[in-house]
């Protein structure tokens, strides 16, 4: 083989190298993977083997990262969450705050909700979950956005700190359970203007407020 020749195979394998997916790269394109079959199929036809298919990778590469496919599963969710951020709204107006987050995250998180509300039993049964612990779970502790929204607009003045109960603060996230089990096919604008508008805000807005 002549030196010319040589190099040029050193180069390829060099390109093989350096484009071989590792670290990062690879948990976030296994995790891709995973959300894609999860979209496809739901739980009950998700599987390790399908995930490493798509992927293009071997089971033992996602065993070694995740124990179970519930694991694999929850780490999918969380991935999508991350990786499509919502803008958290500033307006000085909680009404439109809130409108605005809630459309936003319906239009996000459409899949999301479906998958959760009508094709993740299966899953619920394996871990002694549901869906409310598996929201938890996915949250991992973390503020939600709309106990922002309406925390920040308590010390505007906008609406009654203590009126903010967890029951309360669980009407966004209801409504959107309801939506989406029920009428996919709506104006979703005009939904959540109602629902704000009828049922969250009069709970929460002080006296002094419209």
Same mark, same amino acid.
């Given at each position: 083989?002549?030196?010319?020749?040589?190099?040029?195979?050193?180069?390829?394998? %060099?390109?093989?190298?350096?484009?071989?997916?590792?670290?990062?790269?690879?948990?976030?394109?296994?995790?891709?993977?995973? !959300?894609?079959?999860?979209?496809?199929?739901? *739980?009950?036809?998700?599987?390790?083997?399908?995930?490493?298919?798509?992927? +293009?990778?071997?089971?033992?590469?996602?065993?070694?990262? !995740? #124990?179970?496919?519930? %694991?694999?599963?929850?780490?999918?969710?969380?991935?999508?969450?991350?990786?499509? $951020?919502?803008?958290? $709204?500033?307006? #000085?107006?909680?009404?439109?705050?809130?409108?605005?987050?809630?459309?936003?995250? *319906?239009?996000?998180?459409? $899949?999301?909700?479906?998958?959760? !509300? =009508?094709?993740?039993?299966? *899953?619920?049964?394996?871990?002694?979950?549901?869906?409310?612990?598996?929201? @938890?779970?996915?949250?991992?502790?973390?503020? #939600?956005?709309?106990?922002?929204?309406?925390?920040?607009?308590?010390?505007?003045? @906008?609406?009654?700190?203590?009126?903010? =109960? @967890?029951?309360?603060?669980?009407?966004?996230?209801?409504?959107?359970? *309801?939506?989406?089990?029920?009428?996919?096919?709506?104006?979703? +604008?005009?939904?959540?203007?109602?629902?704000?508008?009828?049922?969250?805000?009069?709970?929460?807005? =002080?006296?002094?407020? $419209?």
């Amino acid at each position: 083989m002549s030196l010319k020749s040589v190099t040029e195979a050193n180069e390829a394998g %060099d390109s093989v190298v350096k484009t071989r997916r590792r670290g990062v790269a690879l948990e976030g394109a296994l995790l891709e993977a995973a !959300w894609a079959e999860l979209l496809d199929g739901g *739980y009950s036809a998700f599987t390790i083997e399908g995930v490493a298919l798509r992927a +293009r990778t071997s089971r033992p590469v996602i065993a070694r990262r !995740w #124990s179970s496919r519930g %694991d694999l599963a929850m780490s999918a969710f969380r991935h999508h969450i991350e990786s499509h $951020p919502l803008t958290i $709204p500033e307006e #000085s107006d909680i009404r439109t705050e809130l409108v605005h987050y809630i459309v936003e995250l *319906y239009e996000r998180d459409f $899949p999301l909700a479906m998958i959760m !509300w =009508t094709q993740m039993d299966e *899953y619920y049964r394996e871990q002694k979950s549901s869906p409310a612990r598996f929201r @938890e779970t996915l949250l991992a502790g973390r503020v #939600s956005a709309v106990r922002f929204l309406l925390e920040r607009a308590a010390e505007r003045g @906008e609406v009654d700190a203590g009126k903010l =109960t @967890e029951m309360v603060m669980s009407i966004p996230a209801a409504f959107l359970a *309801y939506i989406t089990a029920t009428q996919s096919d709506i104006a979703i +604008r005009a939904a959540v203007e109602e629902m704000v508008d009828s049922v969250l805000l009069p709970l929460v807005r =002080t006296k002094s407020q $419209p």
